[in-house]
Structures are given as C-alpha cells and as structure tokens.
C-alpha cells in the first residue's frame, strides 16, 4: 500500500488498461488487470500465439558501487559471482532459520552494478535489508519507482519483440542487455513467469504507455491480446512455479520448498546457511512441495485443502488450479514428511468435503522447456 490510508498503488498505464475492457482488482497493495478477454483465452494467447501483461507492480532496485557483489551475497542464497554481465539469475532471500522471506531475480548489468526485482508486496522490506547491509561508501541503492515492467510472453514473442528492439533475438533464457525507446533505457531480458519463449522490459514511465502501444501494435499479426494476473497465475501454476506468500512462506525452508538448486552452500556466508545445513545433515525434512495431479476433471485444489492417504493427513495444498493444457485439476502442496508419500504415489484432496483422487508429481506439470 502507498500509505496507512490503504490506497492501493496504480499502474501509469491503468486508464489504458480500462479502455480495453480490463477488470481491475487489488493485488499486493496495487490495483492491476485481473483479467480482459477472460482468463482462459488469455491462457491459450500466451501458450499458442503471444500476450502482453503489465507488471509494474514488482520491485525495481539497482545496486551499484564497489562492494555490490559481496553486499548481495550475503542477502541472497544462490551464487551471484557465476552470474557474467549480460545474465541474470533466480534467487532467495532467507530468515537465519533458513525460511523463504522472498524469492527474486537479480539482473548483472555491468561489472558493478546489479538489478533487482523482488515481488511486489517483498519490495520495500528487500530494499531495507540490502540498506541495513555493511557497503563501502561509495555503493548506491536506488528503488525505481518511476520505472514500469511489461513482459511479453508466448511462442511468438521473439518476433513481437524484435520489432522494436534487434538485441531480442540475440538473448538467451535468463540473457539481458540494455537498449533504449523513444531515446529512454530499457532493460530489455529474456525471461519470464509462464514457461514460455518471453522477453521483460523495464523502462520510464513517460515512454511506458507508448512502448505498450507498439507492443500490442506488433503484436496484432499474431493475434496476440493484453493478458491480466489471472491468466499468469494459472501459466506459472502448470510449470510449477512457486508464489510467494502461497507456496513460499518464512516458516517453510528453502530445501522443504524444493528450491534447493536455487542455493550455494559452497559460496561462504549468507543468511540462513548454518540453518540449511543441518537440516539438510538430519535426514527427511520435515516437508516437501510437490505436485498433485487430479484424476478427474471436475475436481479442482485450492489453497488450504488438506491431502489425505487413507485416513491420515499427509498435506495441505497452497495454490491449485484448472490447467486449460492438461484439462484437470493442479496444484501444489507440501506434503509431510518429506519421505512420506513419494512421486507417482496416489493421495486424496478433500474438496470442500469430498475427496478427489491424484497422483503426486514433480512439477512442472507441463512440458514447455525455455526455447
């Protein structure tokens, strides 16, 4: 929220979004597209053809200076010194019990200087830590809050994109380079949250609205639509990708969230290491995230929805859903211990009452390897 009012923050390309029929709604402290066309086509556009989303709701910090590597190393848990200028990578922020506080991508734009882009309801709390950080003097922190976040997702992405920026092509998964429009910087990044071929642009918000302009122009040979957090929720669920405050929480482990590739125990001291490392000494952890795939179409996990084998609870569900792709039911859960019901076993999920059969998997549900 912007302040003890509860306003919520409002995109600058809010008035565009309701011109094209947008529905608007609250989500973490923003107001943002829900949703336009409906969540399903807008589903089907990025997985077939191309969507555009706007999200400016997540955090913009660049940290730049002498001691900038060594700052982030010890906030974040994976290995920033492998990541070379032009890459970028995922990572964790971790309470000294090795629980997630937040999970986030940090861009290496030039020798000494790194971008940031943490969840939007995390932003604020990530920013104060990196400030309450020992940094030389000469290391700056700068929050961009006048800076946008658009991305562009699904197989024809590259052409929609190239159309404006040549370098688009050129980037690998995980790449990003620096350009410009309209004679403004743009961060322009080969990535994205749906599983897709996809490319993130940061830029000002005086060039935000004409860059979505030309990008839905561009994107019109292809029928591609503007696409809501509905449809994205729904795309990031069938790769399996974790959410931040639905399947990742403080109280839960890195190791216990499955994230443990996301970790470098070999890259010195971070916060939550010590932690980490004996629990992962100890044995079976305590949980695990995995994937429960439903047998039938009409059941559908929600959050909270607890997962049986027989009689005994084995779980809860955190964030489920209905896969458009695979046409049934998904959802993740953290299933207790983590030894207790291995992939390819059969649970049950009680919804609302009535159990459903599933099958536990590992995610992603489906197969869309970046290309």
Same mark, same amino acid.
Request: glycine fraction near 10%; proline fraction near 7%.
């Given at each position: 929220?912007?302040?003890?009012? /509860?306003?919520?923050k409002?995109?600058?390309?809010?008035?565009?979004?309701?011109?094209?029929? +947008? !529905?608007?709604?609250?989500?973490?402290?923003?107001?943002?597209?829900?949703?336009?066309a409906?969540?399903? !086509?807008?589903?089907?556009?990025?997985?077939?053809?191309?969507?555009?989303?706007?999200?400016?709701?997540?955090? !913009?910090? &660049?940290?730049?200076?002498?001691?900038?590597?060594?700052?982030?190393?010890?906030?974040?848990?994976?290995?920033?010194?492998?990541?070379?200028?032009?890459?970028?990578?995922? %990572?964790?922020?971790? %309470?000294?019990?090795?629980?997630? $506080?937040?999970?986030?991508?940090?861009?290496?734009?030039?020798? &000494?200087?790194?971008?940031?882009?943490?969840?939007?309801? %995390?932003?604020?709390?990530?920013?104060?830590?990196?400030?309450?950080?020992?940094?030389?003097?000469?290391?700056?922190?700068?929050?961009?809050q006048?800076?946008?976040?658009?991305?562009v997702?699904?197989?024809?992405?590259?052409h929609?994109?190239?159309?404006?920026?040549?370098?688009?092509?050129?980037?690998?998964?995980?790449?990003?380079?620096?350009?410009?429009f309209?004679?403004?910087?743009? $961060?322009?990044?080969?990535?994205?949250?749906?599983?897709?071929? /996809?490319?993130e642009?940061?830029?000002?918000?005086?060039?935000?609205?004409?860059?979505?302009? *030309?990008?839905?122009?561009? *994107? +019109?040979?292809?029928?591609?639509?503007?696409?809501?957090?509905?449809?994205?929720?729904?795309?990031?669920?069938?790769?399996?990708?974790?959410?931040?405050?639905?399947?990742?929480?403080?109280?839960?482990? *890195?190791?216990?969230?499955g994230l443990?590739?996301?970790?470098?125990?070999?890259k010195?001291?971070?916060?939550?290491?010590? +932690?980490?490392?004996?629990?992962?000494?100890?044995?079976?952890?305590?949980?695990?995230?995995?994937?429960?795939r439903?047998?039938?179409?009409?059941?559908?996990?929600?959050?909270?929805?607890?997962?049986?084998?027989?009689?005994?609870?084995?779980g809860?569900?955190?964030?489920?859903?209905?896969?458009?792709?695979?046409?049934?039911?998904?959802?993740? +859960?953290?299933?207790?211990?983590?030894?207790?019901?291995?992939v390819?076993?059969?649970?049950?999920?009680?919804?609302?009452?009535?159990?459903?059969? *599933?099958?536990?998997?590992?995610?992603?549900?489906?197969?869309?390897?970046?290309?």
């Amino acid at each position: 929220m912007d302040d003890a009012s /509860g306003v919520p923050k409002r995109s600058p390309l809010e008035a565009e979004h309701e011109r094209l029929g +947008a !529905k608007m709604g609250p989500f973490a402290g923003w107001n943002m597209p829900i949703e336009y066309a409906g969540a399903l !086509k807008e589903h089907e556009a990025v997985r077939q053809r191309v969507g555009l989303f706007d999200l400016t709701h997540l955090g !913009k910090v &660049e940290v730049t200076g002498p001691g900038a590597l060594a700052m982030l190393q010890r906030v974040i848990s994976n290995d920033l010194s492998r990541v070379a200028v032009g890459e970028a990578q995922y %990572n964790l922020v971790l %309470n000294e019990g090795g629980g997630v $506080i937040e999970d986030l991508i940090v861009y290496h734009l030039d020798p &000494e200087r790194y971008f940031v882009v943490p969840n939007a309801a %995390n932003a604020q709390r990530v920013l104060r830590m990196l400030e309450e950080e020992p940094v030389e003097s000469r290391l700056h922190l700068l929050y961009h809050q006048d800076w946008c976040f658009l991305a562009v997702q699904g197989p024809e992405s590259v052409h929609v994109t190239r159309s404006l920026f040549p370098d688009a092509p050129g980037l690998g998964f995980m790449q990003c380079v620096e350009t410009e429009f309209r004679r403004r910087p743009v $961060i322009l990044t080969r990535s994205g949250y749906t599983g897709e071929v /996809g490319f993130e642009l940061f830029t000002y918000q005086d060039v935000a609205l004409e860059l979505w302009r *030309a990008l839905m122009e561009a *994107a +019109a040979p292809f029928d591609g639509m503007p696409c809501g957090l509905a449809a994205r929720d729904v795309l990031r669920l069938e790769m399996g990708y974790p959410l931040y405050g639905q399947d990742l929480f403080e109280a839960s482990t *890195a190791l216990e969230a499955g994230l443990s590739w996301a970790v470098s125990f070999d890259k010195g001291e971070f916060r939550g290491r010590a +932690a980490l490392l004996r629990q992962r000494e100890e044995g079976p952890l305590p949980s695990i995230l995995r994937g429960v795939r439903m047998h039938e179409r009409r059941h559908i996990p929600r959050a909270h929805y607890p997962v049986f084998v027989r009689d005994r609870v084995v779980g809860e569900v955190t964030s489920g859903t209905f896969s458009p792709t695979l046409q049934t039911g998904i959802g993740l +859960a953290y299933l207790w211990p983590s030894d207790a019901v291995p992939v390819g076993d059969e649970v049950e999920v009680d919804i609302r009452g009535r159990r459903g059969a *599933a099958t536990v998997v590992r995610p992603p549900f489906v197969d869309r390897s970046p290309r």
